[in-house]
T-cell receptor, first 112, second 115 residues
Framework: DGGITQSPKYLFRKEGQNVTLSCEQN?????MYWYRQDPGQGLRLIYY???????QKGDIAEGYSVSREKKESFPLTVTSAQKNPTAFYLC???????????FGAGTRLSVL | AQSVSQHNHHVILSEAASLELGCNYS??????LFWYVQYPGQHLQLLLK??????LVKGIKGFEAEFIKSKFSFNLRKPSVQWSDTAEYFC?????????????FGTGTRLQVFP
């Protein structure tokens, strides 16, 4: 079954803790993206990667880090430097030469 | 900074009513335009897109959108809504001349349709 898998569905972070959100795709897509969705603010781009071992900051990268060691995987780490991490995080991917992003089901992160 | 505006934050309609959701963007160059929909509990999915050609585009589930370049608008329409159209709708723009691979999203419009 092809698609974008985000895990976990729900995640809780303690004060000062780093947490990592997983995003895996088996669509053979080249580009991958991380967005943050807050009520009334739409989606805002955190990081994106167009090829393996390369990624760029989006509009709100502070307090986040990513890696792209494999084409299929683009994990997002929410560090302790992100002071307001409570949000819904969406991962997306895009096939080269096709300008359509496909989204995963999301991870809802809350702070304990 | 470039932006996308969705002026209707929350729309409430009865079934069979007509729908029009506004989307305006603040860039004068070449753009690709998208409407995405997020049904309750489901992932964000593409409703329709405009890249070039006929400015009236048709999408899934009877939705359509019209690109009016002079007004920088890409409004979404449906002649007769159904209860199952209850969802959040996002307009998004990609600016093609920028050396960046990113979509700019509007803040979303929450649509509630009552039977």
């Amino acid at each position: 079954d092809g698609g974008i898998t985000q895990s976990p569905k729900y995640l809780f972070r303690k004060e000062g803790q780093n947490v990592t959100l997983s995003c895996e795709q088996n669509l053979n897509h080249d580009a991958m993206y991380w967005y943050r969705q807050d009520p009334g603010q739409g989606l805002r781009l955190i990081y994106y990667s167009q090829i393996v071992n390369d990624f760029q900051k989006g509009d709100i990268a502070e307090g986040y880090s990513v890696s792209r060691e494999k084409k299929e995987s683009f994990p997002l780490t929410v560090t302790s430097a992100q002071k307001n991490p409570t949000a819904f995080y969406l991962c997306a991917s895009r096939k080269q030469q096709e300008d359509i992003q496909y989204f995963g089901a999301g991870t809802r992160l809350s702070v304990l | 900074a470039q932006s996308v505006s969705q002026h209707n934050h929350h729309v409430i309609l009865s079934e069979a009513a007509s729908l029009e959701l506004g989307c305006n963007y603040s860039y004068g160059g070449t753009v690709n335009l998208f409407w995405y929909v997020q049904y309750p509990g489901q992932h964000l999915q593409l409703l329709l897109k405009y890249f070039s050609g006929d400015p009236l585009v048709k999408g899934i589930k009877g939705f359509e959108a019209e690109f009016i370049k002079s007004k920088f608008s890409f409004n979404l329409r449906k002649p007769s809504v159904q209860w199952s159209d209850t969802a959040e709708y996002f307009c998004a723009v990609k600016i093609l001349s920028y050396n960046t691979d990113k979509l700019i999203f509007g803040t979303g419009t929450r649509l509630q349709v009552f039977p």
